[in-house]
């Protein structure tokens, strides 16, 4: 097996942590939809999902972070760090390794419950400032994990001019995207969206690096 067709999560633990994280976000957003997002507080979300407070701020951090996490956002950063087996690559070279894994990347993680779920996180994103600027400093924080990953990949320099346009590039054009779906009020298909998306960024992203 390949690197390109690693699964992540790899280990045990870390499958246990994503399926605890992704049912707690669950219980999260069912009591936000019944009771309002600023009434319920985590230690209720604790309560209601069997988990200690602390264990909700060891996973997620924030109160905003029960609604922005994401389970698809390693697999991005996985996809870029073993994509052309994780070999150094030249920007141009590991794009186009990179493209056609795209599809087949989409249809693994986007599913009538992934969908249904982004677009309940997305309300709140739209409704709540505070998730707001939560999703900014999450987007941050990922915009610089990309940025390393991708310096790493093509022996560049992560300071690189061409690298940070690059992760911005990439980063932001995928708020973009969700951003335009909300905005249509999730009436196309979030498969289709993406995919039109990130062939836009991959195209944006050759004339950055070339």
């Known amino acids: 097996m390949t690197a390109t067709h690693r699964r992540f999560p790899a280990t045990l633990w870390e499958r246990r942590k994503v399926e605890a994280m992704s049912r707690i976000q669950r219980v999260a957003l069912d009591l936000f939809d019944e009771y309002g997002y600023r009434e319920v507080t985590v230690e209720r979300v604790a309560a209601e999902a069997g988990v200690s407070p602390s264990s909700i701020y060891r996973y997620f951090g924030t109160k905003e972070m029960l609604v922005l996490y994401d389970e698809a956002d390693p697999h991005l950063l996985e996809v870029l760090r073993t994509a052309g087996d994780g070999e150094t690559l030249d920007?141009?070279?590991?794009?186009?390794?990179?493209?056609?894994?795209?599809?087949?990347?989409?249809?693994?993680?986007?599913?009538?419950?992934?969908?249904?779920?982004?677009?309940?996180?997305?309300?709140?994103?739209?409704?709540?400032?505070?998730?707001?600027?939560?999703?900014?400093?999450?987007?941050?924080?990922?915009?610089?994990?990309?940025?390393?990953?991708?310096?790493?990949?093509?022996?560049?320099?992560?300071?690189?001019?061409?690298?940070?346009?690059?992760?911005?590039?990439?980063?932001?054009?995928?708020?973009?995207?969700?951003?335009?779906?909300?905005?249509?009020?999730?009436?196309?298909?979030?498969?289709?969206?993406?995919?039109?998306?990130?062939?836009?960024?991959?195209?944006?992203?050759?004339?950055?690096?070339?």
């Open 91 to 210: 920007p141009a070279a590991l794009l186009a390794v990179a493209r056609p894994l795209v599809p087949v990347m989409i249809a693994a993680l986007i599913t009538p419950d992934s969908e249904h779920r982004i677009a309940r996180r997305l309300r709140y994103v739209r409704a709540f400032p505070e998730v707001r600027d939560g999703q900014t400093r999450q987007m941050r924080e990922l915009e610089k994990q990309f940025g390393q990953l991708f310096a790493e990949r093509c022996g560049r320099d992560p300071n690189d001019l061409k690298v940070r346009m690059a992760a911005s590039t990439a980063i932001w054009g995928g708020v973009a995207a969700l951003d335009h779906w909300a905005g249509r009020d999730f009436a196309e298909p979030l498969s289709e969206v993406y995919t039109e998306a990130v062939g836009s960024i991959i195209d944006a992203l050759e004339l950055i690096v070339r």
